[in-house]
């Protein structure tokens, strides 16, 4: 596999012209179904690149989340272990002690934070469903408020990239919503038709102005729509100012 850096070269738009250039030069004549067969190949190719890009920064994501969880996360418990000792051992230290074991039980719990964003473990070991109901409960208990599920449908079997995706997808848009929404409610479900899954992330808050380019907190739903349309997905949105927003992200099946 390519490395993160050569991938990002190779899927540059000057490796791209190259290519194509590459493809006209071996078509031989100009004839008039050359453009549209040229812009397949092209949009073939995008999404081939784009595929295996993700696919590096996921592994990248996966040997970060296990040398945080592994090697940090454990170095972390075995000091707070002692200084809780310590602290139980000294009364002259104790205050000073109890900050410091403090301090490093907040390290651990943004630690094992980091670890969780970058690959979440429950995705491999619980599954999709288990693993977006947690994203949901989580949310729903932080800003308490009600939070409709019905994701009965993950867990269709889905390939590993695919499953990973729709994760994604609901993880930044439950992060979107938490962070710039104000809901009363959030509603998170997932239905199959015509050998496609579809994710809907409904909530009734503040909702933003779907006309005009996205801000800088709306960078990561662009970043989702790239994933999502490398393995033939698409992401659409519902949106307007005081109206909430409505996320359909929808994932082809296998045969």
Known sequence: MLGLLELRAFFSPASEQHALQ???????????????RRGNAAETWRRKVARRLIAAE????????????????QMLASVALELHTIRMESQDMDQRLTRAAMLVDQLSAKVHDAAWSLRPADLDHAGLRASVED????????????CDMDLAALSYI????????????AQ????????????????????????RLRLTIEDDGLGFDGHV??????????????????????LSIETAKGKGTTIYADVPLMD
């Open 22 to 36: 590459a493809a006209a030069r071996g078509g031989g004549s100009m004839q008039a179904g050359f453009g549209t």
């Open 58 to 73: 996921e592994k990248l994501c996966l040997r970060l989340s296990r040398e945080l969880h592994d090697d940090l996360g």
């Open 135 to 146: 994203l949901a409960t989580m949310l729903c208990s932080q800003l308490d408020i009600p």
């Open 158 to 169: 889905l390939i590993p990239e695919s499953a990973l995706t729709v994760y994604r997808v």
């Open 172 to 195: 930044e848009a439950l992060t979107n919503i938490g962070k710039h929404a104000r809901p009363s409610r959030v509603s998170v479900t997932a239905h199959v038709h015509d050998h």
């Open 213 to 234: 380019a996205p801000g800088s907190h709306h960078l990561g739903l662009a970043g989702v729509r790239e994933r999502l349309a490398s393995i033939g997905g698409e």
